[in-house]
């Protein structure tokens, strides 16, 4: 799985001369359950706003989305498609971060399945 977001990240850095490209790096689940809080993945926003990423999810599996980014200071929204969850071979993703300082960001989801957990996650990012 990290070789997969290694990959990815080198190819969207040869070819982009405009953007963003991140990392991800974890998340923490509440309640905690038995979800995966190791998500290795990379992503990269152009200057358009096109985004596109990967990471290996909270079930265990390798995710791969796309979409559109929206910036405002230090606030950001992500809206698009996702893949690799078991409840749907796509889902829809609406996910919202702020920026921390020294390329970190994080984003807080809710829960929002009756069995799910509220989320945070942890990213690190560079301007090209």
């Known amino acids: ?3 997969i977001a290694l990959i990815l990240a080198m190819a969207l850095s040869g070819m982009a001369n405009a953007g963003t490209l991140g990392l991800h790096i974890g998340s923490k689940h509440f309640p905690a359950q038995d979800y995966n809080n190791a998500n290795p993945g990379a992503y990269y926003i152009h200057d ?4 596109v990423g990967t990471y290996y999810n909270s079930e ?6 796309a979409g559109w980014t929206w910036d405002s200071g230090p606030w950001r929204m992500q809206v698009g498609a996702i893949t690799g969850y078991e409840r749907s071979a796509v889902l829809p993703m609406v996910v ?7 390329g970190f960001r994080l984003t807080v989801l809710p829960k929002v399945e ?3 957990s509220s989320v945070i ?7 090209l």
Do not use: D, I
């Not at 358009?48 to 985004?51: Q, S």
């Open 1 to 3: 799985m990290k070789r």
């Open 48 to 51: 358009n706003g096109a985004t």
């Open 114 to 116: 009756r069995n799910g």
């Open 96 to 102: 919202p971060s702020v920026a921390l300082g020294h």
């Open 121 to 127: 996650h942890f990213m690190w990012e560079r301007k």
């Open 60 to 65: 265990r599996r390798q995710s791969v989305y």
